[in-house]
């Protein structure tokens, strides 16, 4: 078939091509590797620990028994064992920049992924932001980084909804029509005009981007509809199972409602979402712990 005829074929069957796409699970603390994709089954009894290997739907790859979903499915995986911590902070920062030296930065910070995302690609739909952090406040702050935009700009910060499955209150119309937002939208190029003769700093850059994309949200209801978690079906909520929102110590919450929150937003057109699970410190009882929080 030629592509036109593949496409022509897709269509006809209601396959729709999606833009690419990253969701990007911070877990807190780190779980360890070496009971998840590296187990040891040879090794001594003292050394190798509780659990146990397991086969996988792709021959030659084999992962720890607390994932037996996951073996299933293994073929659309990849596990990159060559990615190692580039130091032992306790943060979010080395994976959301890929930088490893915290200290040396150029002049704004270096941006971390979503926001390259965003400068290189901007919104793949109308109305939704690129780069969305879902990430919560963490009693250990570093582990509640949802990123940020570096020497990128403010434009291409991430956008942080009030709560999982929630809409900010300054993201509502509340009455106002939409001629109404225009003589406002208006309104405010004119102060703006008055405020960039005294701009030096490139502020302004980043905040008429924000204006654009605030009317865009405003304006659509994509977005709002994506953070409405509410309108999922109950079954496929039940299936991806609820959590609870209650925070882990110093880490993250276990709500599970982020994941399809995070894939409701990737459908919607977001480019980038981040956001943490669990709390992953553990300085032992890993073996207890790990029954508790693996999938």
Not at 28 to 40: S, V
Not at 126 to 151: N, R, Y
Request: proline fraction near 6%.
């Amino acid at each position: 078939m030629t592509l036109p005829q593949i496409l022509r074929a897709e269509a006809q069957q209601g396959i729709k091509r999606s833009h690419k796409a990253i969701i990007n699970v911070f877990l807190p603390g780190g779980p360890p590797h070496q009971d998840m994709w590296d187990l040891k089954p040879n090794a001594p009894k003292e050394v190798r620990g509780e659990f146990d290997e397991i086969s996988t739907n792709v021959p030659g790859i084999r992962i720890g028994d607390q994932f037996p979903r996951m073996a299933k499915m293994m073929d659309k995986f990849t596990i990159i064992r060559s990615m190692v911590g580039a130091n032992g902070r306790h943060d979010a920062w080395q994976c959301q920049t890929g930088r490893a030296n915290f200290g040396s930065q150029p002049a704004g910070g270096w941006p971390s992924m979503g926001s390259v995302l965003s400068k290189l690609h901007g919104e793949a739909a109308k109305g939704v932001p690129p780069f969305v952090g879902l990430a919560p406040d963490c009693g250990h702050k570093e582990w509640g980084d949802p990123g940020t935009s570096g020497f990128l700009g403010p434009a291409h910060s991430p956008f942080l909804p009030a709560k999982a499955g929630g809409v900010k209150e300054d993201m509502k119309l509340n009455g106002i029509n939409l001629d109404r937002l225009d003589g406002r939208r208006s309104l405010l190029t004119q102060f703006d005009q008055l405020r960039r003769d005294v701009d030096n700093k490139r502020h302004m850059e980043g905040l008429d981007a924000f204006n654009q994309q605030a009317l865009s949200m405003l304006t659509s209801a994509r977005f709002a509809e994506a953070l409405d978690i509410e309108k999922e079906d109950v079954k496929l909520r039940d299936r991806y199972g609820r959590g609870h929102n209650k925070k882990q110590s110093d880490g993250s919450h276990k709500l599970i409602d982020d994941f399809l929150l995070a894939r409701r937003l990737v459908q919607a057109g977001a480019r980038c979402v981040t956001l943490a699970f669990s709390r992953w410190d553990w300085h032992g009882g890993n073996f207890k712990r790990g029954r508790e929080d693996m999938p």
